[in-house]
T-cell receptor
Framework: DAGITQSPRHKVTETGTPVTLRCHQT?????MYWYRQDPGHGLRLIHY???????DKGEVSDGYSVSRSKTEDFLLTLESATSSQTSVYFC?????????????FGPGTRLLVL | GENVEQHPSTLSVQEGDSAVIKCTYS??????FPWYKQELGKRPQLIID?????GEKKDQRIAVTLNKTAKHFSLHITETQPEDSAVYFC????????????FGAGTRLFVKA
């Protein structure tokens, strides 16, 4: 499982509240990603990181921010949660080198915004 | 940017039959094409991948083919078994920009015993 954990695994929150999801990896990978998964849309990239303090936007970044202060942790924050952000969130890493493009996923966080 | 389309969205086959899932991509710069399998409530897991310098790759009952000219690639599962039932995602990457990968919408495969 590429040493990736996510916390929390499940969360219920109310509209307008801030939410932070954590992704933790133990194998010192440079690249980390946050995706959301919704029926009919597959996996859509929210933000990604290519090193400590180096992040960039994905295709669905509105309403989300990220931070990476340590190699092992990549945080996703919903500043003011909305019902449209109800989804399953997956963190991923990719390995540099020969198979640098291959992404490996964490177990996911199921978020419900009421 | 890259766009990946995947068909069909749902596929039902009899155990022992073959299943084929097709994807097309838009960016000719894409050079890496992984396939993921996701069982209910689980994370997506890589099952096979292919690079643009290869036309076909096989791993036991699964195979992937790539047609760069037509910009499409396919997943073939032979002798399907009930445990093959899952959602399958294709994806494409050009290996740049932090190895950003664009995923198809997924195919839900049902294998009937």
């Amino acid at each position: 499982d590429a040493g990736i954990t996510q916390s929390p695994r499940h969360k219920v929150t109310e509209t307008g509240t801030p939410v932070t999801l954590r992704c933790h990896q133990t194998e010192n990978h440079r690249y980390m990603y946050w995706y959301r998964q919704d029926p009919g849309h597959g996996l859509r990239l929210i933000h990604y990181s290519y090193g400590v303090k180096d992040t960039d936007k994905g295709e669905v970044s509105d309403g989300y921010s990220v931070s990476r202060s340590k190699t092992e942790d990549f945080l996703l924050t919903l500043e003011s949660a909305t019902s449209s952000q109800t989804s399953v969130y997956f963190c991923a890493i990719s390995e540099e080198g020969k198979s640098g493009e291959t992404q490996y996923f964490g177990p996911g966080t199921r978020l419900l915004v009421l | 940017g890259e766009n990946v389309e995947q068909h069909p969205s749902t596929l039902s086959v009899q155990e022992g039959d073959s299943a084929v899932i097709k994807c097309t991509y838009s960016d000719s710069a894409s050079n890496y094409f992984p396939w993921y399998k996701q069982e209910l409530g689980k994370r997506p897991q890589l099952i096979i991948d292919i690079r643009s310098n290869v036309g076909e790759k096989k791993d036991q009952r699964i195979a992937v083919t790539l047609n760069k000219t037509a910009k499409h690639f396919s997943l073939h599962i032979t002798e399907t078994q009930p445990e093959d039932s899952a959602v399958y995602f294709c994806a494409a990457s050009d290996g740049t920009g932090g190895f950003k990968t664009i995923f198809g919408a997924g195919t839900r495969l049902f294998v009937k015993a």
